[in-house]
């Protein structure tokens, strides 16, 4: 690891998804997140810790558990010790009690610094969430079948193609799902690196103000919009299992919020 990876970091970011199947549908929007370490989280002074809470029970694992012992056991299952390794963390925190994490990624490394895998966590807007353990070649990069259902107007097949370095000055991520050959949708993160002071957090929050919930009321109006477009939903499997507690929703235009 270099002197630029350094944690907590905060990274003021654009994030875009393009469609390209079976209709041509575009967006972007602008916003910022955390690279925490999960054995030394932000302290920030009294007032502003609204602004950034990092709680296990807003990702995958043992609600009551850790975040550090949550990723752990996950690679234990895996066959992976990281024998104390540092996990870095990109996520959004939560603000003034409004999370949501469409991905929250996850740097592992073992006990000499160097990296030994990466972990893709995934939430729908239905509540769920999957991960997906990553071998990344020396540029981040990775391949993996799409096992999860995210989009109501995405089938679960085809496989991801996913570009996750690990941040330093700039945060670059993308990932790309590709269906008998070809691509028909994208996403990415493009974000450069702030200190994480007080003023920092302060500043971005004004500028960005609740990111989290902005966020996923962007993907919900984006996925109302393809709906009015006339895309067709494509049902939850039924035979998927739940990777977490879900919220039923049975009404196909609640279910039309996320065009991932």
Request: overall charge positive.
């Amino acid at each position: 690891m270099t002197g630029l990876t350094t944690a907590p970091a905060l990274y003021e970011a654009t994030v875009r998804h393009t469609r390209t199947e079976p209709l041509h549908h575009a967006f972007a929007y602008r916003g910022y997140y955390w690279l925490v370490d999960l054995d030394a989280p932000p302290r920030l002074p009294a007032p502003l810790r609204p602004l950034a809470r990092f709680r296990a029970r807003d990702h995958c694992g043992d609600p009551s558990g850790t975040l550090r012992g949550n990723i752990d056991a996950y690679l234990a299952e895996h066959g992976i010790d990281l024998q104390g390794g540092r996990v870095l963390m990109l996520a959004h925190a939560r603000v003034l009690g409004h999370v949501f994490n469409p991905l929250t990624v996850y740097w592992c490394h073992g006990a000499d610094g160097g990296p030994v895998c990466v972990v893709a966590e995934v939430h729908n807007t239905y509540r769920q969430r999957h991960r997906y353990l990553l071998r990344t070649d020396r540029q981040g990069r990775a391949r993996t079948d799409k096992a999860f259902y995210v989009s109501p107007f995405n089938p679960v097949d085809g496989h991801y193609r996913i570009s996750v370095p690990e941040p330093d000055r700039a945060l670059r991520l993308a990932i790309s799902l590709v269906r008998g050959g070809r691509t028909v949708f994208t996403a990415s993160v493009r974000g450069e690196r702030r200190p994480a002071t007080p003023r920092s957090v302060l500043r971005l929050a004004l500028r960005h103000p609740v990111t989290p919930l902005m966020g996923a009321l962007r993907i919900r109006a984006q996925g109302i919009r393809l709906l009015l477009r006339g895309l067709r939903i494509v049902p939850r499997p039924a035979a998927h299992p739940p990777t977490e507690p879900t919220t039923e929703q049975t009404d196909h235009t609640e279910q039309a919020v996320d065009q991932r």
